[in-house]
C-alpha cells in the first residue's frame, strides 16, 4: 500500500542522510550539514539503492566506487554497475536497478548533465530516459535524490532532477 512504500521511502531517505553525513567526514569534505533535516537523523532499516552517474575521469569513477563501498559496509543493499560479472546486459541491469531500488541516487557533475542531453546513447542517457518517465509518471516521486558532487544543480541535472531537494557535496 501507498502508505507502507512511503514509510519505506522515508525510512531509506533517513538512513542515507546519516551515511552521506559519515561518507563525507570519512572525505574530509564540507558539507554543510544545518542543511539536512537533523530530526530525522536516526537509526533506521536499510533498503536497497541505485547509484546513477557518469564516468566523467577515473578520479570521479573512483569517488564514486568509494562512496557505493561506503553504503555496502553500512547494510545498504547496492545496486551498482562495477558489481556487474562481464559480459552482464547492463540495458537490463539499468531497468530493473531503477525501478526495482527503494532509492535512486543520481550524482550530478557538468558532464552527468551533458551526457543526458547528448544525441547518442549513454548509459546515462538511458538512465535519465527511465528516471523521467518514472517522474512523469508520478511527478511526486521521492524515490530520485540528487547528490550533486560538482558544479550547480541546474548545471549537474536534467530539469526533472535539479529542482529537488538534494544533497550538495
Known sequence: NIS????V?????????????????EQNSMLDTSKLNTEILLDTEYKSVFISYSYDNHSHEQWVKHFADTLKAYG???IFDKDLPYGSDLSSFMVKGIQDAD????????TYLQK?????TTGVKFEDVIITNSLMVNIDANKFIPILRQGTYSGSFPLLLSHRKGIDF
Open 4 to 7: 507502507y512504500l512511503n514509510g
Open 9 to 25: 521511502i522515508s525510512s531509506v531517505k533517513t538512513t542515507l542522510i546519516n551515511i552521506l553525513i559519515q561518507f563525507v567526514q
Open 76 to 78: 545498504v543493499k547496492t
Open 103 to 110: 532509492v535512486v541516487l543520481v550524482v550530478g557533475t557538468p
Open 116 to 120: 543526458t542531453q547528448q544525441s547518442e
